[in-house]
């Protein structure tokens, strides 16, 4: 994946690093080769949990390109569209492949149907990938965005989200979450709250909650890379094997600044950690 679909899961990879190194000052260590195996996995976790986050991005991108600009001479010599006014649906067929802006190459259809004005940014979508591919991964499951007006938000799901990886080895996810617009004459940005749960490849469970008294807040002036960086909210991620909790982490996003600065917390230890390029 490009290093801006992957920002969010330097995050991970820090946190993870720092709980190997803390978990060798406790009692009972464990021995060497299990903790390298241990924090192997928890690295490849971190970046799985981002990787189908980023997947579905990516597809959520590729169908409001679709439902807003619609049918031109370039997007069709590119790949195939069908749109149907009267059912409020489209299909793109990328065929053997097809190569967006940030070089990933998409295969397969991507079904949209949508509620409301499709080329008004506020309207709800339902995406379906069929024999879907990006880079190589196949893609399964269903993402809907519902526009809720009188509140001024959003409502996505993610259901039966299932990613399968060129060898073979399948990640999974399921998500709920509200996103809150916020716009007035001083602030421009979302809240994020919600819940998610999904399995990484080596078949452990995890689960991400963002409270709605501690929403993730997303200022549009502030980015890391191509992405949106909350500058605000608490997300705390669980993991376990076989119904045993492993770890719980917290990952305080600050308190407004637009400074790439976090501070992770596994049981009574807690690190700052700068996530700018040049501090890593």
Not at 67 to 73: A, E, H, K, R, V
Not at 78 to 99: C, F, H, L, P, R
Not at 121 to 143: M, Q
Request: with cysteine; glycine share 6%.
């Amino acid at each position: 994946m490009k290093k801006h679909l992957l920002s969010l899961a330097i995050l991970w990879i820090a946190a993870m690093t720092f709980t190997a190194c803390q978990q060798t000052e406790m009692a009972n260590p464990k021995p060497e080769e299990e903790e390298e195996e241990a924090l192997a996995q928890d690295l490849v976790e971190a970046q799985d949990e981002e990787i189908v986050d980023q997947f579905f991005a990516s597809i959520e991108d590729a169908a409001e390109y679709e439902l807003i600009n619609g049918n031109n001479s370039r997007t069709a010599q590119a790949y195939a569209v069908d749109t149907d006014e009267t059912t409020n649906s489209i299909i793109i067929d990328y065929q053997d492949g097809w190569q967006n802006a940030n070089g990933d190459i998409l295969k397969g259809k991507l079904t949209i149907v949508w509620e409301g004005d499709r080329r008004s940014s506020e309207r709800s979508k339902t995406l379906y990938p069929e024999d879907f591919y990006i880079n190589g991964y196949k893609i399964e499951g269903t993402r809907q965005t519902i526009w809720n007006k009188e509140a001024q938000n959003f409502t996505v799901l993610l259901e039966d989200a299932i990613i399968t990886a060129p060898d073979g080895s399948v990640m999974t996810r399921d998500a709920s979450w509200t996103i809150n617009l916020q716009r007035d004459e001083t602030t421009n940005g979302r809240y994020r709250f919600g819940t998610a749960t999904g399995t990484s490849r080596f078949d452990r469970t995890y689960q991400v909650t963002i409270k709605e008294d501690e929403a993730l807040f997303y200022d549009n002036s502030c980015k890391l890379g191509r992405s949106r960086f909350p500058v605000s909210g608490i997300k705390t991620r669980t993991v376990t094997k076989d119904g045993v909790e492993l770890r719980t982490k917290t990952i305080d996003f600050g308190d407004g600044n637009c400074d790439y600065k976090v501070m992770v917390t596994i049981g009574e230890y807690s690190m700052e950690i700068d996530l700018r390029p040049t501090n890593r």
